[in-house]
């Protein structure tokens, strides 16, 4: 089937405030398969971009869409998910979940720009 790339983004209105998250699937090729948006609690930037990730990695895994390379723009993000930042506790099941989906599996997770996501 080859390799899809999972793009995820969430944000909050004040921070905490209203959430929302989105995720959409590409092919190898490009071209786009799937997008979901959904309307989230009410949370934080970092706690809306995490839920969003899980979600787009959740849709990859029921649908066998693996070789995925998941991008996100949230820097923090990616940096707790390598290990390299403690993990804050408003996040820590959303991260043991993204953890399980991912173990012994083909994925890949990667910061990219706002304007690239």
């Known amino acids: 089937m080859g390799s899809f790339k999972c793009n995820s983004n969430g944000a909050s209105k004040g921070n905490p405030g209203p959430s929302s998250g989105v995720f959409c699937i590409g ?3 490009g071209n786009l398969i799937y997008a979901e948006v959904r ?3 009410d949370g934080t930037n970092l706690v809306a971009e995490v839920v969003a990730l899980r979600l ?3 849709y990859c895994v029921q649908h066998n869409l693996l070789l995925v390379t998941l991008e996100t723009d949230s820097l923090s ?3 707790i998910l390598d290990g390299i930042w403690e993990i804050p506790w408003s996040i820590v099941m959303e991260i043991k979940k993204i953890r ?3 173990k012994d599996k083909e994925v890949t997770v990667e910061h990219i720009l706002r ?3």
Request: hydrophobic content about 40%.
């Open 56 to 58: 787009g990695l959740e």
């Open 27 to 29: 092919n190898g090729e």
């Open 77 to 79: 993000l990616k940096n």
């Open 115 to 117: 304007e690239g996501n």
């Open 100 to 102: 399980m989906l991912m």
């Open 39 to 41: 309307r989230l609690f």
